[in-house]
């Protein structure tokens, strides 16, 4: 039997064909205009006080075109910008979404001040009318957000300004990164890569390949670091006039509300991990002496160990992938076969990629598209499978209604994380010898540092950053002293050397749709944990129990959904203790096979 071949490159001309310069994507983006200006009409038109749900009921319709065009469009300019860095014309378009998402917001804001108008009584029977019952938490969440924001008036000017302001500092980011390039010396000559493939150099078998690239790769930032210093400092300005405005005093007062997520739940999951950091601190000691060192340098966290990890050519490891995940479930694996057989995959290894990976949903098509950089290793592997189940979860919600299907970061995380979990296990499971085995199981351990370590160096750093912004302008010293710092607290001061321009190298600390863009991640990472021991108890019979979880994920806290779906409370200990101490019976394994 001939094994198939998948395409290494997606397919984007099925919505709308000739890329940036697509005539038909033009035609999108002029009826998204009109559907938004259509939407803010009929929130303009709508007497509130009257009470009447048909009213409502076609201002949300309105909201709900108007949302699905815009992500649409959204997801199409991602796209575009991440395939080719150089694509002057993604660029532009870029800017036409920007003050697109502006206009919609304005709008959006329009509705939330009018919700906020209605006297409670009356807000209550119109939510309980039969059309609106399945949308209650939505529509109390934007009212009772609209109640701690400014006035409508002062709002609109927020998101007018926002355009040129706040997003325009995230465009310039994505221009002074667009412009980098890491040399490299490949067969006697030298090569310009892209940040994306430099980035894989890390996980050489060789030290001196990654300790040359680490080398042009700080140089590179560096030279950029005024440029990327002072637009961080302008987009977390900008942030912080907001909240003061506001009244927000807590910076992290915005991403607990946009994860749903409860400040103690956050400090009670930092708390246990910040408690159980020795573990983690002697797998990095020993990965040191097994590699010849006395400590790791940043630029060995991602070296392998041994000689014995196993490669997977892009056709195995998607082989692999829908295999392992016809184990759990035969609709997860139908739905993988499905994008790799629709070519909702980039992963092509080129110049002038954007670097890292995502996955982004196009709802008027019912598909999703998924980039990476692939090149061989089961990190691939597992990053192909964690991206798929961010697909898999917009899959689950297919028959949820829109509006509530606008579920936070840290239980998309969730998905994901739950994806490559099946993964790593089912890899260790087939390994063939110890060496394959260590080799995996380090993998394995890598996520638990990246999750428990190297996230929570993000989140120390920006949530000290965010304090020193107050008062003034953050100097690039200062940024490299303040990352610097974070990392050796969250990684146990258990590395011999640092990246202190990680504040510059890092996109997400630019993302302005989601501000923190970190803490959700070791969220998602320790939540999946409790989900797979489900899993792993009721076998292929848990995979209905697990889509029902995710079309949950839009319309209920987190608390509320590990209440339901779990049975535990996530403002306690007990539940993240139970997800550490997996990690660290991994840890444990390691120490013991490498004594």
């Known amino acids: 039997m001939t094994p198939t071949t998948y395409s290494m490159t997606w397919n984007l001309d099925e919505f709308f064909p000739g890329g940036s310069s697509s005539k038909e994507f033009l035609a999108h983006l002029e009826k998204v205009k009109v559907e938004i200006q259509s939407f803010e009409k009929s929130i303009k038109a709508w007497d509130a006080a009257s009470n009447k749900d048909t009213d409502l009921v076609h201002i949300l319709e309105k909201f709900q075109k108007a949302d699905l065009g815009l992500e649409q469009a959204e997801s199409f300019v991602s796209c575009l910008q991440a395939q080719n860095m150089d694509d002057v014309k993604a660029n532009e378009l870029r800017g036409i979404m920007t003050s697109l998402a502006s206009n919609f917001d304005t709008a959006l804001t329009h509705l939330d001040k009018a919700f906020v108008q209605i006297e409670e009584s009356n807000w209550q029977k119109l939510i309980e009318l039969e059309p609106l019952q399945e949308l209650q938490f939505v529509l109390n969440e934007r009212r009772r ?19 040129d302001g706040y997003h325009g500092w995230e465009e310039m980011y994505d221009a002074i990164v667009s412009q980098l390039s890491i040399p490299f010396k490949e067969d006697g000559k030298e090569v310009q890569l892209s940040v994306g493939q430099a980035q894989n150099k890390f996980s050489s ?5 990654r300790k040359n690239i680490f080398t042009e790769w700080e140089k590179a930032w560096g030279e950029q670091s005024e440029l990327l210093s002072t637009t961080l400092n302008h987009l977390s300005g900008f942030r912080l006039a907001v909240y003061k405005k506001r009244g927000w005093n807590d910076v992290l007062q915005e991403a607990l509300e946009y994860n749903r997520m409860s400040k103690e739940t956050l400090d009670i999951m930092w708390k246990v991990i910040s ?15 097994l590699l010849g060192m006395e400590k790791l340098n940043w630029y060995d966290l991602d070296a392998p160990i041994t000689d014995s990890a196993k490669t997977y050519s892009y056709q195995e490891g998607a082989a692999f992938i829908i295999n392992h995940f016809r184990e759990f479930g035969s609709e997860l694996s139908h739905f993988a076969e499905k994008a790799f057989e629709d070519n909702w995959i980039e992963a092509e290894d080129r110049p002038g990629k954007r670097p890292g990976g995502f996955c982004t949903s196009f709802p008027l098509s ?8 692939y090149s061989d290793t089961y990190e691939n592997v597992s990053t192909l499978a964690h991206e798929l189940g961010h697909a898999f979860h917009t899959y689950a919600m297919k028959d949820v209604h829109p509006l509530n299907c606008h579920y936070a970061m840290n239980v998309a995380e ?7 979990t099946i993964v790593a296990d089912a890899a260790l499971k087939l390994a063939k010898n110890d060496g394959e085995k260590l080799a995996l199981l380090e993998s394995k351990i890598q996520s638990s540092i990246a999750l428990l370590m190297n996230i929570h160096a993000r989140f120390l750093f920006e949530t000290r950053f965010y304090e020193e912004r107050k008062k003034g302008m953050v100097s690039t010293a200062k940024l490299n002293e303040m990352m610097e710092d974070a990392q050796k607290e969250a990684y146990g001061d258990s590395l011999g050397q640092y990246h202190p321009h990680f504040w510059g ?3 997400h600390f630019y993302i302005t749709d989601v501000p923190f863009y970190n803490f959700p991640y070791t969220f998602g990472y320790l939540f999946s944990l409790g989900i797979y ?12 129990k697990y889509i029902s979880l995710l079309k949950d994920t839009g319309k209920m806290t987190v608390e ?36």
């Open 205 to 209: 078998h060789d030290r001196e390949v």
């Open 414 to 420: 969730t998905a994901s994380t739950f994806a490559e």
């Open 533 to 544: 021991a489900h899993a792993k108890k009721d076998g292929k019979d848990y995979e209905q």
């Open 560 to 595: 509320e959904l590990a209440k339901k779906h779990l049975g535990v409370d996530l403002t306690k200990a007990e539940f993240w203790q139970a997800g550490v101490d997996l990690c660290i019976k991994d840890v444990e394994e390691f120490l013991s096979m490498t004594k």
């Open 505 to 507: 190298s890092k996109l």
């Open 275 to 289: 408690d159980n950091k020795k573990p983690f601190v002697e797998f990095l000691e020993r990965k040191a002496r």
């Open 366 to 373: 019912n598909q999703s598209r998924i980039f990476m950089t």
């Open 145 to 163: 957000l609209a109640a701690e924001k400014l006035s409508k008036e002062e709002e609109t000017l927020i998101n007018d300004l926002a355009v």
